[in-house]
């Protein structure tokens, strides 16, 4: 299963709303995941199953969707949350999408 | 509170062979399927492998099968990556993570070089 994401980077301004997209090449319902890396540091899990908040995770970050498409969302940008962002699916086997830069403009 | 950390990494030659391991703390590991992510340089996030609780169970992806293999130490609450026959294109930060379908959390990382 192939994922796509969109935009590969982006730059906005701290309290902007940021929309990252991501596309299976297939139905993968809800099997799919975000998470947050930054530079020298481990990759931490934002949301599960599509939807789902990781427990300790602000509540600005929320994602949505099912099936091939899913949206995932910053509602209120902050200077840490500078990083790059990745959706990955859990269909069989395990695939992460090329991941989205996101920088403070 | 959960913590991974990895080791092993370095600079090994190609055709080399080189051992991961990664200790867990804060949580019992035979409860838990773990996972291998690795991330080349400039490059995204890519699954290498996962493994059982009990080691029953192993999945690689198609390009280490046959070269690398997963296992663990429950009772020494460690889990390794022996990577054999190393390629140029295994040069990666390697990162353990607890879970199969839903990694995490996940270590730092440990970066392998492969190269003359």
């Known amino acids: 299963i192939q994922m796509t994401q969109s935009p590969s980077s982006l730059s906005a301004s701290v309290g902007d709303r940021v929309t990252i997209t991501c596309q299976a090449s297939?139905?993968?319902?809800?099997?799919l995941n975000w998470y947050q890396h930054k530079p020298g540091k481990a990759p931490e899990l934002l949301i599960y199953?599509?939807?789902s908040l990781e427990t300790g995770v602000p509540s600005r970050f929320s994602g949505t969707g099912s099936g091939t498409d899913f949206t995932f969302t910053i509602s209120s940008l902050q200077p840490e949350d500078i990083a790059t962002y990745y959706c990955q699916q859990y269909d069989n086997p395990l695939t992460f999408g090329p991941g989205t830069k996101v920088d403070i403009k | 509170e959960v913590q991974l950390v990895e080791s092993g990494g370095g600079l090994v030659q190609p055709g080399g062979s080189l051992r991961l391991s990664c200790a867990a703390s804060?949580?019992?590991?035979?409860?838990?399927?773990m996972t291998w992510v690795r991330q080349a340089p400039g490059k995204g996030l890519e699954w290498v492998a996962s493994i059982h609780d009990n080691g029953d169970e192993r999945n690689y992806v198609d390009s280490v099968k046959g070269r690398f293999t997963i296992s663990r130490d429950n009772a020494r609450n460690s889990l390794y990556l022996q990577m054999n026959n190393m390629r140029a294109e295994d040069t990666a930060v390697y990162f353990c993570a607890r879970g199969k379908n839903v990694p995490g959390p996940w270590g730092q990382g440990t970066l392998v070089t492969v190269s003359s």
């Open positions: 804060g949580f019992t590991l035979s409860k838990y399927w």
């Open positions: 297939q139905d993968i319902k809800k099997y």
């Open positions: 199953d599509a939807s």
